[in-house]
């Protein structure tokens, strides 16, 4: 089975400070990782991705993911952050999985999130 | 521009009531989705279809049925056997199912109880 852990529940942090939003996962086979963002009454939007090569991953809105394979962490960070990026981030997985049929359907499985406060 | 419309933005539903939320893409996609996402706990997959005429449970199926008559709509019903319904619904999709592919999101229907 594969699990998402996201360390930290909510995270305070003032504008222009640099930030890192935590995400462990276990997974019995070889995994891609995904983090999105989501916007309050809004889906998710895809951050970035990390499926190979370069471990260290750069996304849009100038967040950057680092895939530890070592430590089953992919974090999140953030040089400098503001006010726009307050939201809720997902980090989540997906590793191969079969459905009934025996067919890999890649099972995304997701962390119960974090939400990010951006204060003046 | 391409993407996925969920409609309706808020629903009620009443006891005993079946609603169907409905999802449509136009991303030419194969594979689609449905999760619920209740707070503090993610998303969880409802059902998924890999290709039209198919579809298959996900971890939360009891109480929900799905279609997938054409390739770009996969509409979720939320049945009356369903006791605790009220949650933010979300469909994505993606070029097709399989190991690594990014899913893209509708902008969700929030389901509550009368």
């Known amino acids: 089975a594969q699990s998402v852990t996201q360390l930290d529940s909510q995270v305070p942090v003032f504008e222009e400070a640099p930030v890192e939003l935590r995400c462990n996962y276990s997974?019995?086979?070889?995994?891609?990782l995904f983090w999105y963002v989501q916007y309050p009454n809004q889906g998710l939007q895809l951050l970035l991705k990390?499926?190979?090569?370069?471990?260290l991953v750069k996304g849009i809105n100038g967040f950057e993911a680092e895939f530890n394979k070592s430590q089953t962490s992919f974090h999140l960070r953030k040089p400098s952050v503001h006010i726009s990026d307050t939201a809720e981030y997902f980090c989540?997985?997906?590793?191969?999985?079969?459905?009934?049929?025996?067919?890999?359907?890649?099972?995304?499985?997701f962390g119960q999130g974090t939400i990010l406060t951006v204060h003046p | 521009d391409g993407g996925i419309t969920q409609s309706p933005k808020y629903l009620f539903r009443k006891e005993g009531q079946n609603v169907t939320l409905s999802c449509e893409q136009n991303l030419n996609h194969d594979a689609m989705y449905w999760y619920r996402q209740d707070p503090g706990q993610g998303l969880r997959l409802i059902y998924y279809?890999?290709?039209?005429?198919?579809?298959q449970k996900g971890d939360i199926a009891e109480g929900y049925s799905v279609s997938r008559e054409k390739k770009e709509s996969f509409p979720l019903t939320v049945t009356s056997a369903q006791k605790n319904p009220t949650a933010f619904y979300l469909c994505?999709?993606?070029?097709?199912?399989?190991?690594?592919?990014?899913?893209?999101f509708g902008d969700g229907t929030r389901l509550s109880i009368l």
């Open positions: 990390y499926l190979s090569g370069s471990t």
């Open positions: 279809s890999q290709i039209v005429n198919d579809f």
């Open positions: 997974s019995s086979v070889s995994v891609y």
């Open positions: 994505a999709s993606s070029i097709r199912a399989g190991f690594g592919q990014p899913q893209h």
């Open positions: 989540a997985v997906s590793g191969d999985r079969l459905n009934a049929g025996g067919t890999s359907y890649g099972k995304l499985t």
